[in-house]
C-alpha cells in the first residue's frame, strides 16, 4: 500500500506563486511517474503536469510555461511550482503516482491518488 500526502494549497491573488508537494510513504514498491491532476466544479478531472522516474515531463497546454513539475526520487518527493496563476486555475489539485508493487508472489502495477488540495485564485 502506498499513500500519497499533499501540502501547499491556499488561497492566492491572481498573478501569484504557489507551491504544492506530495510524499509518497509505504513498503515494496517504487514509482514510475508522479504528477498532478485537477479538477474544477462541473469539469472532468484533467492532467496538469507528470514527471517519470527518469525526469521526462508532461503538462498540459494550459500551464505550459507557468508550472514546472519536479521531483526529489531520493525522497519519493514530487512539486509543482505554479506561477502567474490564473483564476482559471481554481480547482482541487491531486497527486497521482504510477507505481510498481513488489511481494512475495512478484510485482504489478498500481496507481495511487492523494486526498486533494484546493487551490482558489482570486481576480
Known amino acids: 500500500q502506498v499513500q500519497l500526502v499533499e501540502s501547499g494549497g491556499g488561497l492566492v491573488q491572481a498573478g501569484g506563486s504557489l507551491r504544492l508537494s506530495c510524499a509518497a510513504s509505504?513498503?515494496?514498491?517504487?514509482?514510475?511517474?508522479m504528477g498532478w491532476y485537477r479538477q474544477a466544479p462541473g469539469k472532468q478531472r484533467e492532467l496538469v503536469a507528470a514527471?517519470?522516474?527518469?525526469?521526462?515531463?508532461n503538462y498540459a497546454d494550459s500551464v505550459k510555461g507557468r508550472f514546472t513539475v519536479s521531483r526529489d526520487n531520493t525522497k519519493n518527493v514530487v512539486y509543482l511550482q505554479m506561477n502567474s496563476l490564473k483564476p482559471e486555475d481554481t480547482a482541487v489539485y491531486y497527486c497521482?503516482?504510477?507505481?510498481?508493487?513488489?511481494?512475495?508472489?512478484?510485482?504489478?502495477?498500481?496507481?495511487?491518488w492523494g486526498q486533494g488540495t484546493q487551490i482558489t485564485v482570486a481576480s
Open positions: 509505504g513498503r515494496g514498491f517504487s514509482i514510475n511517474t
Open positions: 497521482h503516482a504510477r507505481v510498481v508493487i513488489f511481494n512475495l508472489l512478484g510485482q504489478y502495477e498500481s496507481q495511487y
Open positions: 514527471v517519470t522516474s527518469g525526469g521526462s515531463t
